[in-house]
Each structure stands twice: as structure tokens, then as C-alpha cells.
């Protein structure tokens, strides 16, 4: 499985960005998928995640409210809407496929990801 995160930039703070994170090589439409992001000089850190139904999702707490995670299987990608964007939202966003799960599973731990995008850079200027 490959993962392509796109849809990254240049934002001033209140506004808002969608990424995306297109899958190929296999379908996904049965994996959990995950949004996770990295900052300059600090680790990477989750931010949102969606089972492979849709049917559960959670949310960090510092983006909770302003932050979508979705899903369109048919297109084989996984959105994120970012919404009231902040200037410490900014970073390089990651998305991530794990194998397996039930219907309602998800996770918020790197170490359970098997697969992951190579990133896309959201800068929110103040």
C-alpha cells in the first residue's frame, strides 16, 4: 500500500485546509485509518483516527471540534478538514493504514500503523 498525503500550505490562523491521503497498490476500505502530525524539533503526535466503516472516530483534544476525519472508499482516499486553524496546528501531516479490525476499531499509536504517506507541510501564519 502506498499513501500519497496531499493538499498541504500556507494558511493565515482562523482560516481553513483540506488534506487528503490517496491509497494505491490495494484497497483500504478495510483498514482503520489515521491522521498524525510532527512539528519542528518535537515528536510526531496523534490527531485524529477512523475506523474502516466510518462508524468511530477520535479526535486529540487539542483539534476536537475543529478537526474532520472522513473517508470515501470509493476513491480510495481519507480526508481531513481543518477548520479555525491555529498557528501551533502547524506542522507536517501525516496519514497512516493499519491492517485489520473491527468494524468499529481504531488507534491512536504510531507503533500500530503499518502504513504511512510521506507527509504534506499546513503552515498557519498568526
Known amino acids: 500500500v502506498q499513501l500519497q498525503a496531499s493538499g498541504g500550505g500556507l494558511v493565515q490562523a482562523g482560516g481553513s485546509l483540506r488534506v487528503s491521503c490517496a491509497a494505491s497498490g490495494r484497497r483500504v476500505s478495510s483498514y482503520p485509518m489515521g491522521w498524525f502530525r510532527q512539528a519542528p524539533g518535537k515528536e510526531r503526535e496523534f490527531v485524529a483516527a477512523l475506523s474502516w466503516s466510518g462508524y468511530s472516530t477520535n479526535y486529540a483534544d487539542s483539534v476536537q471540534g475543529r478537526f474532520t476525519i472522513s473517508r470515501d472508499n470509493a476513491k480510495n482516499t481519507v480526508y481531513l478538514q481543518m477548520n479555525s486553524l491555529k498557528p501551533e496546528d502547524t506542522a507536517v501531516y501525516y496519514c497512516?493504514?493499519?491492517?485489520?479490525?473491527?468494524?468499529?476499531?481504531?488507534?491512536?499509536?504510531?507503533?500500530?500503523?503499518?502504513?504511512w504517506g510521506q507527509g504534506t507541510l499546513v503552515t498557519v501564519s498568526s
Open positions: 497512516a493504514a493499519k491492517i485489520g479490525g473491527d468494524y468499529d476499531y481504531y488507534t491512536t499509536y504510531t507503533a500500530k500503523y503499518d502504513y
